[in-house]
């Protein structure tokens, strides 16, 4: 198979997107590998979106085929139908508001071309500001995912860095069509998000394929579905964002539920991605339980960080990990 010969369809949830579709879907159009055809779904939208797609697709060399929800489906279910209604041999996701680079299909068939049994493809993504300018960092930059960080991701337990921080932005993501070919339980889709989930999904068996150039200007304009991942490394604004108990809770349910799922599918596993979720698991609960007082509570933290929970758990900043467990309370009176 050869990069010409590979069918790429471009999936496109819309929604009130009128301000930035055409750009984008230009800039698809320009493309040096042109996609077998771009499928949109649109969740209701009440602006220009519609007309602005309908002018492009009567002009348009490449299909361009628009699915209008009859119930608002909300950004999961929008871009599931958007994906199930694709006929490519793969399938490229794209957000209504962002810019292609004009090469990013055909770095994305050369990846399958050099990785033909990947199941994902991850790419990265320059962040701007609205007017296109970049920030001067990159999405795998400002999530910490470093050269280092890639090359450990690729040769090793790939789960364990999608447990850590979720790498699959659905900006950033291709795969084969036969992802969905088999209904995903629908409860860890929800959990996990579409596009978090065909992360998780992909991890298990570590089939996940890095294209480490940035294929996509990533538009922050102040009203994205998910915003910018920017770390602000001032100490006392990383320590603040701490999980709350909220939020560890919601962590470890899905963690659990993952691993029953994990459990039951047999083969396909990647050796020690079984093991990884249970000592993530584990790590997690022991987070979880530590004691109320901060008095008592940083004897226990320099015991879990000196024997590698808070690794498990970041693997970017662990020791902040640790100094936000140290310095917040667990509650609010003491």
């Known amino acids: 198979m050869t990069d010409n010969t590979i069918k790429i369809s471009v999936a496109i949830a819309t929604y009130n997107g009128a301000l930035y579709i055409e750009e984008q879907v230009q800039s698809i159009l320009s493309q040096t590998l042109m996609p077998f055809e771009i499928v949109i779904s649109d969740d209701g939208s009440t602006d220009e979106t519609l007309s602005i797609l309908e002018k492009l697709s009567t002009s348009s060399t490449v299909p361009i085929r628009i699915h209008r929800n009859q119930n608002k489906q909300g950004v999961t279910g ?134 480490p150039k940035p294929l996509t200007y990533y538009r922050q304009h102040g009203k994205n579905d998910v915003g910018n991942p920017k770390l602000n490394y001032h100490p006392l604004l990383l320590i603040s964002r701490s999980f709350d108990d909220q939020s560890f809770q919601k962590q470890l349910n899905r963690c659990e539920q993952l691993l029953a799922y994990v459990e039951t599918i047999g083969e396909g596993i990647h050796p020690g991605n079984l093991n990884a979720l249970k000592i993530y698991i584990s790590a997690l609960k022991r987070r979880m339980a530590l004691p109320k007082s901060r008095w008592v509570r940083w004897m226990f933290i320099l015991k879990h960080f000196l024997q590698g929970d808070y690794s498990i758990m970041s693997y970017s900043l662990p020791i902040l990990s640790a100094l936000k467990d140290v310095v917040l309370s667990k509650n609010t009176s003491e």
């Open 78 to 211: 929008n871009f599931m139908n958007a994906m199930r209604h694709c006929g490519g041999d793969y399938i490229a996701l794209c957000d209504q508001d962002d810019v292609w680079v004009t090469d990013k299909l055909a770095e994305l068939a050369k990846g399958f071309n050099d990785a033909p049994t990947a199941q994902l493809m991850l790419s990265d993504a320059y962040i701007t500001n609205a007017a296109l300018i970049k920030s001067g960092k990159t999405l795998w930059q400002e999530l910490g995912f470093t050269p280092s960080n890639q090359h450990k991701f690729l040769i090793g337990n790939q789960l364990e860095f999608m447990l850590r921080k979720n790498l699959s932005w659905g900006l950033t993501l291709c795969f084969p069509r036969h992802m969905l070919e088999h209904d995903d339980p629908k409860h860890l889709v929800d959990l996990w998000k579409f596009d978090g989930w065909l992360g998780i999904k992909a991890a298990i068996s570590s089939s996940i394929y890095l294209c």
